[in-house]
């Protein structure tokens, strides 16, 4: 498992990685960029990370920009679709993911970002958690890739690979 942080490069830092259990440590505009914003804001700083070599993550604040990341824009993964939307349905959590957008992921080859520190910073931890469940079971059924990482932005924030795991196992990866 690979722990991602949106902090900068430290030596520390990797030594505190490697002792909670995570094979590689990767730091923010070292090894991964995360684009947000406009769709045109997106496609300059895509082009540009592309050029240093860098591994593109989108956060997505809106689902018309979440559906033209998946489509159009060269990025490797997708995070925060648990907060496009404020209130669930009645009968299903709306989660940012739909059946539609995961068969669009899978043809493009893009994977879904599950960050830690959104459950950590979130003001309804158990909505997030449902959203989560929910997103993992089209994920699974998609058969997308998926990250499971801290995406800290503080150390006090990192936790341990095993801890990371567990989380996973309940909300369903596990099965």
């Given at each position: 498992m690979d722990n991602y942080l949106l902090l900068p490069p430290s030596l520390e830092l990797e030594q505190l990685s490697t002792r909670l259990g995570f094979a590689k440590t990767l730091f923010l505009n070292r090894d991964f960029i995360v684009v947000s914003g406009t769709p045109k804001e997106v496609l300059i700083k895509t082009?540009?990370?592309?050029?240093?070599?860098?591994m593109i993550i989108c956060r997505c604040n809106?689902?018309?920009i979440l559906r033209f990341v998946l489509e159009k824009v060269p990025i490797d993964g997708?995070?925060?679709?648990?907060?496009?939307?404020?209130k669930d349905s009645l009968h299903y959590p709306k989660s940012g993911l739909d059946h539609i957008l995961g068969k669009i992921a899978f043809e493009q080859g893009k994977a879904v970002c599950f960050s830690f520190s959104d459950i950590l910073h979130a003001a309804d931890q158990g909505k997030v958690l449902n959203r989560m469940k929910f997103n993992l079971r089209l994920c699974r059924?998609?058969?997308?890739?998926?990250?499971?990482?801290?995406?800290?932005?503080?150390?006090?924030e990192i936790r341990s690979a095993k801890d990371l795991e567990a989380v996973m196992r309940v909300l369903g990866k596990g099965k």
């Open positions: 082009k540009e990370a592309k050029k240093k070599r860098l809106d689902e018309k997708v995070i925060g679709m648990e907060s496009i939307f404020r059924k998609y058969k997308l890739r998926i990250i499971f990482s801290n995406f800290s932005s503080a150390q006090a």
